[in-house]
């Protein structure tokens, strides 16, 4: 578990498994509605069994660190450059 939570803290409606069942030809849809429900349910722990889903949605969530990162340091640099040369400025 990560940070000081403990089993107790996790309720049945804190936690979404998305299950690997293919039991059609459109499963990998099926996945992702299920993905799309619990995210927007706002649900803490989610739990993706699909492989291809679970390295989709990393994926997905590195991008998004990324480009906060480079926003945040670009915003740091932009403010940095207006101290050091307020002569510069609009």
């Known amino acids: 578990m990560a940070g000081d939570e403990s089993d107790s803290d996790l309720k049945p409606s804190s936690v979404a498994i ?13 996945f992702e509605m299920e993905l799309e429900r ?17 390295e989709e949605t990393a994926r997905w969530i590195y991008v998004g660190n990324l480009l906060h990162k480079v926003s945040v340091y670009s915003g740091l640099c932009s403010i940095a450059s207006g101290v050091k040369h307020p002569q510069n400025g609009i």
Request: net charge negative; proline share 7%.
């Open 18 to 30: 998305i299950r690997e069942v293919y039991d059609s030809e459109n499963a990998h849809i099926k």
């Open 38 to 54: 619990a995210l927007e349910a706002g649900v803490r722990v989610i739990v993706i069994e699909p492989e291809p889903l679970g």
